[in-house]
């Protein structure tokens, strides 16, 4: 196939489809595929998926403040990594449904693309009021398509445009949507995470891109398969070229036992490691359940999410855990192959092995590969000393040290550390630079790409990151890390 289709849902009032937007067209030129801009409406998506934030309502309305603080840093970063234009508006959300009308009286292609830009350029850094149809026309004037000239009020009421919406937002539901930016590719032949084989592939989030690319990629090779995109690891965007660290840097990497995210993010720390030599990788254990305790988020986050999206984010894990597998072979295989399972007995209970390792940190990659490769029952502590002694330890000795007061303080006091840094899941990075925080708290092995960033030199102002607490971007893209 030489040239794929590309579709790309969005909404106009959805931040981070503002950023995709930027972005997927020189994407679908790079991989030779016909782009199609197909608006949605992103609360019909919220209704239709029973998103517990409604839907009127932004994916924020249901984070917890410690949540929508380090959402917003991580939206500033992206902002700025990217080097896109960003004024949030004074209200948000506004409604859209009359702009995204408006989209399908414009012919798909050049025209359309121009338009949209004009739209998200209006909501995201004039502060225009999308919402008021006087406002939408003078847009149109402004964008110079050739076909503003026949536009005017009917395009509000049209009933093709009307047809168009209404469709192109059940097909995205039906593709597994729930928030927008969404991407299809129709013609991908690909194995869900049940070994079902499908045809057509629904992505979501722009920083899910490179997973878009890839697939793209492939499909135009007549490959379909990951492993045979040369460059993989090329397609995660940095903003950094090189990878010599400025000053002495080290990197936190703070996490717990009973999270799928944190093995991932855990996996690739040796490959950071190996890419910048002089880093200084800390291990920082603690309880995950005590913190969303603290900050009053849900003890299951995956049971507070809707059925759609808890879906996709076990795909999603499968997908990272195929495109790490494939990037450790295209550089040489330096790292064991992940063999990833999901835990038969979730949530794991973490206290007692959290500890070992704080007595016994060479003890942690065993006890992660415990949990998230062999699906060994560490909360019994039977099973715990038998992985132990099976890795080379002590494994009685061991969990009687771990059980003693020294080791159940220590682990108090990370937890508290980690509230009181403002964290909100893990796994979570903080990269020092001469011992100062630079870039925020990062969250998500999602976000290394940001965190080698910040190791090679790049900043982004402690007044930008305290500003971003000021401001209200909605509709935040509600992780799926735990």
Known sequence: MSSPILEFHYDISCPFAYIASTRVQALAERTNATLIHRPVLLGAIYRATAAPQGAGGS??????????????????????????????????????????????????????????????????????????????????KESGIASGEKLGEWCFSDAHAKSELQQATADAIERGAFGVPGFWIPDALWSDVGGDSKKGRFFWGQDRMHFVEATLISLSNGKNEWGNVSGLRSLMPRCVPTNTPKGKT????????????????????????????????????????????????????MLAISKAKALWSRQDHADWTAYWNAVNTQEGGKDAKIDFCWASQFPIRTPTVLRVSIVEPKTIPLLFSACWEQDANVSDEAVLAAVLNKGGFNGAELITRANAPAAKTRLRELTAEAKELGLCGVPTYRVLRDGELVGGVVWGQDEIAVVEDLIAGWDISSDALAEAGKVNYGKEKAGSKL
């Open 59 to 140: 994916a924020s309305d249901v984070y917890n403040p410690a949540k929508k603080a380090v959402g917003k840093q991580s939206i500033v970063r992206t902002f700025k990594r990217y080097k896109i234009r960003d004024n949030p508006p004074p209200q948000h959300p506004r409604k859209t449904v009359n702009a995204l009308r408006l989209l399908y009286c414009v012919p798909d292609g050049v025209e359309r693309r121009i338009l949209t830009a004009r739209l998200y350029s209006a909501y995201w850094v004039e502060g225009r009021d999308v919402s008021d149809n006087n406002v939408l026309l003078q847009i149109v």
């Open 250 to 301: 080290k990197v936190q990497f703070w996490f717990d036992f009973s999270s799928p995210w944190a093995f991932l993010g855990y996996t690739q720390l040796a490959r950071l490691q190996r890419t910048f030599p002089s880093l200084e990788i800390e291990l920082k254990p603690f309880l995950l359940g005590i913190l969303f305790k603290e900050i009053g988020a849900p003890n299951m986050p």
